[in-house]
T-cell receptor
Framework: GAGVSQSPRYKVAKRGQDVALRCDPISGHVSLFWYQQALGQGPEFLTY????????KSGLPSDRFFAERPEGSVSTLKIQRTQQEDSAVYLCASSFTSEDSEQFFGPGTRLTVL | AQSVAQPEDQVNVAEGNPLTVKCTYSVSGNPYLFWYVQYPNRGLQFLLK??????LVKGSYGFEAEFNKSQTSFHLKKPSALVSDSALYFC????????????FGKGNQVVVIP
């Protein structure tokens, strides 16, 4: 595809529900990142994959957050037992493997927890 | 840990006037620096990056940025602003000796007045 795609674009969940957010990176991009962007703030790092390996998950705010990329392409961010403070835009980005490569971002999924 | 400061919340500029968006950074070692722009309900779009070499970096849509190591700054500039430049601008830094995560500033809203 032409860019990073994410689905759904909008998700409304009741507190306590589980949600799954999908990211399709640019074809050929080895690295994949998830960020959380609260209203009026810059994106905050959540986790990073190189191919199927999750190399850094230090930004995940709690054990309710889980990410996977089993075949090294599509990634899913899962949030269990959602809380109101989870309401945010979740951004996915991908890049080539070289360390000076810029990251290309998807449009994001706006999650609202009621 | 790396961090970025964008001291102004909003920058107002008249169309045709020079535009400057300020960014200072903190990182151990030599930084990798990036500027992104975000339009409403869209993901971040890459504008330009500094990795090494010339301190003046040219990017997309007529934007440029100047890396100043002594002042730890990476200000974004455009000689003549357009109304269509009105958007949210984010500065980001990556520690080349750390992991691949980007640390973003809180963003600057730019308003170009016709």
């Amino acid at each position: 595809g032409a860019g990073v795609s994410q689905s759904p674009r909008y998700k409304v969940a009741k507190r306590g529900q589980d949600v799954a957010l999908r990211c399709d990176p640019i074809s050929g991009h080895v690295s994949l990142f998830w960020y959380q962007q609260a209203l009026g703030q810059g994106p905050e790092f959540l986790t990073y994959f190189q191919n199927e390996a999750q190399l850094d998950k230090s930004g995940l705010p709690s054990d309710r957050f889980f990410a996977e990329r089993p075949e090294g392409s599509v990634s899913t961010l899962k949030i269990q037992r959602t809380q109101q403070e989870d309401s945010a835009v979740y951004l996915c980005a991908s890049s080539f493997t070289s360390e000076d490569s810029e990251q290309f971002f998807g449009p994001g999924t706006r999650l609202t927890v009621l | 840990a790396q961090s970025v400061a964008q001291p102004e919340d909003q920058v107002n500029v008249a169309e045709g006037n020079p535009l400057t968006v300020k960014c200072t950074y903190s990182v151990s070692g030599n930084p990798y620096l990036f500027w992104y722009v975000q339009y409403p309900n869209r993901g971040l779009q890459f504008l330009l990056k500094y990795i090494t070499g010339d301190n003046l970096v040219k990017g997309s849509y007529g934007f440029e940025a100047e890396f100043n190591k002594s002042q730890t700054s990476f200000h974004l500039k455009k000689p003549s602003a357009l109304v269509s430049d009105s958007a949210l601008y984010f500065c980001a830094v990556r520690d080349p000796y750390g992991n691949n995560r980007l640390a973003f500033g809180k963003g600057n809203q730019v308003v170009v007045i016709p």
